[in-house]
């Protein structure tokens, strides 16, 4: 049984589902079948807010080395989320929906600069708003950004989409046996090292101020929508 239809809903994008079936870039096909989905959601009355990831074009964690500081690094990585917001924004757009592209690093000739009050100003008059740039600050991943983001808007969920359906109790690719759980606890979600299906810091955050984050695939026509009326075929962690 489900909860209560959420509000205002942040979705958490990887860059690595937004490469498609290209592998790396941009796949343009997924993007256009990920506004129809978000569409679906918007059209219920929920608000949306898409955080994305950048990991099709850089990865600042490897990146770094050889010369190139960390910190360079991270920042490289957040011009790859910018990368990913542009192309969403203008198919979004495409599709009929009025979306805002906002970045976390000073970028106004293609973005315009992310504060608390105008994110809210468009999420109020129905605009998606699309947030690249991650945090702004170096050694913190996409999904802590996600996290705070969610919390400074009074989102009322977190939407990790993932390629796989959930919390596992083991990893599902290497034990056939894995059993999926659907609810899993804060504490248990942080000390398990067994699960990794988002960044420590980021469940830390969302645990020390209450908000449910829901792992699941995104992958599926309708699973956007089912998640957001709280139904989600995935895991919850809270």
Known sequence: MGTAPYKRILLKLSGEQLAGKTGGG????FGAWLA???????????????????GNYARGEQLAG???????????????TMMNGLALTD???????????L?????????ESFTHRLANKHLEKGRVVITVGGIGRPYLTTDTAAVSLALE???DVVLKATKVDGVYDKDPEKFPDAVK???VEFQKAVADDSIKVMDKAAM???????????VFDAMHDDALLKSAQGHTTGTTIG
Request: aromatic letters at 4%.
């Open 26 to 29: 941009f796949d343009a096909e």
């Open 36 to 54: 129809k989905e978000i569409k679906k959601v918007t059209d219920s009355g929920a608000q949306m807010v898409v955080m994305v990831g950048g």
């Open 66 to 80: 050889h010369g190139i500081k960390r910190v360079t690094a991270d920042q490289i990585g957040m011009l790859g």
């Open 91 to 101: 198919i979004f757009e495409s599709q009929g929906i009025k979306t805002r592209c």
């Open 103 to 111: 970045s976390s690093i000073f970028a106004e000739q293609v973005a």
């Open 153 to 155: 808007l009074d989102c």
């Open 181 to 183: 759980l659907d609810h």
């Open 204 to 214: 830390g955050l969302a645990m020390e101020h209450g908000l449910s984050l829901v």
